[in-house]
């Protein structure tokens, strides 16, 4: 599903960029074979998989447990977990900690929502949770300090780091992993992915990867 950069996008022209579309087209060069890509709506993608019209599927795909009687899953290969932003001149915020009775800012319904109301359960200094219908609304709420830090996703991280907007405070708040996945027949597929990775780990080719698209973060779990 070509629509949800930066692992996957299509320009103008109809060519495919991305880092899932990196990794296909690295996997497929060290497998000797040519990568072909089809283009889905996410949730026509199983379906795809299972009757043949792919043999994998790398598209910012979150681990189902409920699938893996069907599908074989890869070892996770990227983490889009939420993370803690601040505006670049803040210093003093290393964690959620550090906001004790202080603004933060959330996407209303969001996972980042539901993690600063589990915070707020389990924690007595508790932090003002401040929810947002719209993104725009929240990042806004930022650049003006109406709150001292928001929650959001890695991805969504990404660009206001890159864009200067945001400073990221501390490691990653949670883990939520992104894998491929195959038919039940795929053993060697994935045997042959998680090689892949380990041995692009080993030789640097994965960090260049990764900052390609992401600047320097946390790409595995």
Same mark, same amino acid.
């Given at each position: ?9 299509? @320009?103008?022209? #109809? &060519?495919?960029? $991305? ?10 060069? !060290?497998?000797?074979? %040519? ?13 795809a998989l299972l009757v043949k019209r792919c043999d994998i599927i790398l598209s910012a795909l979150p681990y189902d447990r409920t699938m893996t009687r069907d599908v074989l899953y890869t070892q996770p290969y990227f ?18 900690? @550090?906001?004790? #009775? &202080?603004?933060? $800012? ?10 600063? !109301?589990?915070?707020? %359960? ?100």
């Amino acid at each position: 599903d070509a629509s949800y950069p930066p692992f996957e996008f299509v @320009d103008e022209s #109809g &060519r495919f960029y $991305g880092f899932d579309v990196d990794l296909a087209q690295a996997l497929a060069a !060290r497998w000797g074979v %040519r990568a072909e890509f089809v283009n889905l709506s996410f949730d026509g993608l199983y379906d795809a998989l299972l009757v043949k019209r792919c043999d994998i599927i790398l598209s910012a795909l979150p681990y189902d447990r409920t699938m893996t009687r069907d599908v074989l899953y890869t070892q996770p290969y990227f983490n889009v977990g939420q993370v803690l932003l601040v505006r670049p001149e803040e210093q003093s915020v290393s964690s959620l900690a @550090d906001l004790a #009775g &202080r603004r933060v $800012g959330v996407e209303l319904g969001t996972e980042g929502h539901h993690l600063l !109301r589990s915070w707020n %359960r389990s924690h007595p200094q508790q932090v003002e949770i401040v929810p947002f219908r719209e993104r725009e609304d929240l990042l806004q709420a930022l650049a003006q300090s109406q709150v001292s830090a928001i929650v959001c996703d890695q991805v969504a991280a990404f660009g206001l780091v890159q864009g200067g907007v945001a400073r990221r405070a501390g490691p990653m708040l949670t883990v939520a992993p992104l894998v491929g996945a195959t038919r039940l027949e795929g053993a060697r597929l994935v045997a042959e992915f998680q090689r892949a990775l380990e041995a692009w780990q080993a030789d640097g080719t994965w960090l260049i990867l990764q900052e390609r698209w992401f600047g320097q973060g946390e790409a595995l779990p």
